[in-house]
């Protein structure tokens, strides 16, 4: 006889021995508690008074003969206990990885690998998905990144969190595996170039195949001759969403723009701020901040400084809207054309146009589109407002330097004075100045 769990001992000469055995392993099931992991609890029975601890959570667990009934936690909160150990190694500076199938976060040391967040990145997807965690401080990664479905990137802030691509001629993420790349977040860091005077790769690329469903919550992209997010020609990002976007010391003169879709394809991809301060340090020339070929995109707010030169560049068949569009440029090597530039037959929408610094010859231009030959339509002009006494528009607001179509008509919200027609086309009435549309009150 047992002295705590009162097991039966068969006496000598017992025939039927086996009886008491067999009452002692069936009580074992109760009395003998269960560890591992709480995602592993479903692969044991239930039964009525088994005990089952979590050793991963440190749930506590009772069976009542068809499920378990969680009875508490050990010691203090054991999520609480996880938090604040995976807070410590990222305050340590260790990239750690948590992963749906890994019982445990795992941590990379940076100091020992060149590519610290792309291990954590491989280790994180062979194991069921998850998220990559970036700790205080600068990361260096020689580059570049290349998340997979289902993965995380998320750091501490900004100004807290900063990975340092050190590979001049690699790119900072790229999305190009070969089956597409589904339902990535990045959030929380700065994506730092190798800046200097030489050419980098792209902060952001978008190649080979389509990327769905990106989240992209607060970004600083810092250090980039080039492009900082490009779509390459033959590849559509679907459904993705960017909420801040924060941008300084790049330099994309030599580039289509700051943002560029090459692409002409790729619906309801969706910007909320982009604030962009590029520099002309390096090329010598302004910067275009928006370029788009095809595809959709929409951006609330398009805010911008240092040698940023034409604002939006829309041609081909690409829907685009801005909601607002801020203009502030103060190192401009040269005045550009036009602030927003609208070619071709693609639908365009601007909300206004604030002007604060810089020289400009127009505010808008509506032109004619070389790349399909096409001249403007469908274009939705919104109001231009001054607000400094720096900001001068050299000629007019609009210059129509193609004959609109007027089966397409676009139409502007101001005065007729505010266009001058450069174009010896004809007058086709498409473009329509609404300021002496209706009666007035």
């Known amino acids: 006889m047992t002295d705590n769990h009162q097991y039966e001992t068969p006496p000598a000469g017992t025939l039927d021995w086996h009886l008491p055995l067999n009452r002692n392993f ?19 029975t239930a039964k009525s008074g088994a005990k089952f601890l979590a050793t991963d959570t440190g749930n506590v667990y009772i069976g009542d003969g068809g499920s378990w009934a969680q009875l508490g936690t050990i010691g203090t909160d054991a999520a609480a206990v996880e938090g604040s150990g995976i807070t410590s190694l ?14 445990a976060p795992q941590s990379i040391d940076p100091a020992g ?19 990559v965690r970036l700790p205080a401080g600068v990361v260096e990664e020689t580059g570049p990144i290349r998340p997979y479905e289902e993965t995380q990137i998320i750091g501490l802030g900004v100004e807290i969190t900063k990975i340092s691509i050190t590979d001049r001629d690699a790119d900072g993420i ?26 980098t790769g792209v902060a952001i690329h978008h190649t ?30 679907f459904q993705c969403r960017h909420d801040q976007l924060t941008i300084y010391e790049c330099d994309a ?17 969706w910007f909320g701020t982009i ?81 604060v610094t810089g020289t400009a010859d127009y505010v808008y231009e509506l032109g004619y589109d070389d790349y399909n030959g096409r001249g403007p339509a469908r274009k939705v002009l919104g109001p231009y407002i001054e607000l400094g006494a720096d900001a001068d528009i050299a000629s007019n607001v609009i210059n129509l330097s193609a004959p609109g179509d007027p089966s397409n008509p676009s139409l502007y919200q101001g005065s007729p004075d505010d266009v001058t027609v450069t174009h010896n086309d004809g007058n086709t009435g498409g473009l329509r100045a609404l300021g002496t549309a209706g009666t007035g009150f």
């Open 26 to 44: 069936e009580r074992i099931d109760t009395d003998v508690e269960i560890r591992d992991t709480d995602a592993n609890r479903s692969n044991y």
């Open 113 to 131: 690998t060149d590519t610290p967040i792309q291990d954590a990145l491989d280790l994180v997807a062979a194991n069921g998905g998850g998220e």
């Open 275 to 355: 604030a962009a301060y590029p520099s002309a340090n390096v090329s010598g020339q302004n910067t275009t901040v928006f370029f788009s070929r095809g595809g959709t995109q929409t951006v609330d707010y398009l805010t911008m400084g240092g040698s940023a030169g034409v604002a939006v560049d829309q041609t081909w068949d690409s829907v685009v809207e801005f909601g607002h569009v801020h203009w502030e440029p103060t190192t401009n090597p040269s005045n550009p054309s036009a602030i927003v530039r609208l070619r071709g037959h693609g639908t365009a929408l601007v909300g206004a146009v604030k002007h």
């Open 253 to 269: 003169g030599d580039q289509d723009g700051l943002f560029e879709f090459r692409s002409w394809y790729g619906p309801a991809n």
């Open 174 to 199: 790229l999305f190009d595996r070969e089956s597409g790349v589904s339902r990535v977040a990045l959030d929380g860091f700065a994506l730092n170039g190798p800046a200097g005077t030489g050419p």
């Open 208 to 237: 080979n195949r389509d990327t769905q469903d990106l989240k992209v919550g607060r970004l600083l992209l810092w250090g980039w001759n080039n492009s900082v997010y490009r779509v390459d020609e033959g590849v559509g990002p």
């Open 90 to 103: 990222l305050l340590d500076g260790y990239v750690v990885a948590l992963a749906r199938n890994l019982s």
